[in-house]
């Protein structure tokens, strides 16, 4: 069971200029995510609700998270970041546990997967957490090897 935050949090989609659909002071760090989405975008295109999403809670943003594509051969791939301030607070495993019920509102019958670096670590223990299975080895572009994490479809 997801452990209460404090405050809500809510999701805002990163839209496909790479904005969010909200009126936001976006940092430098801010910025970098959307563009980095805008670009993820112009890859896979842009099929709501596959796509990017900051986490607000209050004023403050704190993550982003997102599907890396529409889903393919009946599995889609999720990533979650917390903002280094807000690290600890439930916050990537509230974001993750998100997409998964996005994911299987959307489409009950697709696999939701996730990459972590090949060790022990703090996501390893959000997915762990959600129900996800580490099924063995994969690949990221941006860090090499992974561990591949596979969660089942959702109920019917």
């Known amino acids: ?5 404090p405050t809500v949090i809510q999701l805002i989609e990163i ?7 909200a009126a936001i002071e976006a940092s430098e760090l ?8 805008q670009s ?6 842009f099929h709501p609700p596959w796509i990017a ?12 998270c997102a599907f890396k594509s529409p889903p393919r ?6 990533a979650y970041c917390t903002f280094p301030e807000y690290e600890g607070q439930g916050i990537a495993t509230w974001m993750t546990g998100q997409l998964i019920a996005i994911g299987h509102q959307t489409s ?17 223990s959000i997915l762990e957490k959600l129900g996800f299975n580490h099924v063995g080895k994969g690949h990221d572009d941006e860090v090499g090897t992974t561990w591949f994490w596979e969660l089942a479809p959702g109920p019917e």
Do not use: F, H, W
């Open 1 to 5: 069971m997801l452990r209460e935050l």
């Open 15 to 21: 839209g496909p200029s790479g904005l969010p659909d």
């Open 30 to 37: 801010i910025q970098s995510v959307c563009q980095a989405n």
């Open 40 to 45: 993820l975008y112009q890859k896979t295109g």
């Open 53 to 64: 999403y900051l986490a607000q809670r209050g004023d403050d943003l704190v993550g982003t």
């Open 73 to 78: 051969e009946g599995k889609v791939e999720v």
């Open 108 to 124: 009950p019958d697709t696999i939701i997967t996730a990459n972590t670096l090949p060790q022990r670590n703090a996501s390893t």
